[in-house]
Nanobody, 120 residues
Framework: QVQLVESGGGLVQVGGSLRLSCAAS????????GAWYRQAPGKQRELVAS???????NYAESAKGRFTINWDSAKNTVYLQMNSLKPEDTAVYYC??????????????WGKGTLVTVSS
């Protein structure tokens, strides 16, 4: 059974940085596309960043210039580097890997989430 294991969340001060990791495990499984979503209390889950196997990326407006998504094919891991964090970035961050063509973000496998708290 394929699982996504997230790590890297925690408490950080405004302006600080965190790096989230999402590793696929449990089966022979190659990530072809990956994404990070987040859900703040009382809000809907939103797409933060996505990446394709070819390296094409997309970001939410709120993440542009501050967040970077990338992946390590050798480790089968997707990362989200978050810099210049703001209180409004506080949320549970979820990794998503659409593993069936056409690899639609929001489908496929989800991680359990990792909490990011930005204190002012």
């Amino acid at each position: 059974q394929v699982q996504l294991v997230e790590s890297g969340g925690g408490l950080v001060q405004v302006g600080g940085s965190l790096r989230l990791s999402c590793a696929a495990s449990g089966s022979i499984f190659t990530i072809n596309a990956g994404a990070w979503y987040r859900q703040a209390p009382g809000k809907q889950r939103e797409l933060v960043a996505s990446i394709t196997k070819s390296g094409s990326t997309n970001y939410a407006e709120s993440a542009k210039g501050r967040f970077t998504i990338n992946w390590d094919s050798a480790k089968n891991t997707v990362y989200l580097q978050m810099n210049s964090l703001k209180p409004e970035d506080t949320a549970v961050y979820y990794c998503n890997v659409p593993h069936i063509p056409p690899y639609i973000y929001g489908s496929g496998i989800w991680g359990k989430g990792t909490l990011v708290t930005v204190s002012s």
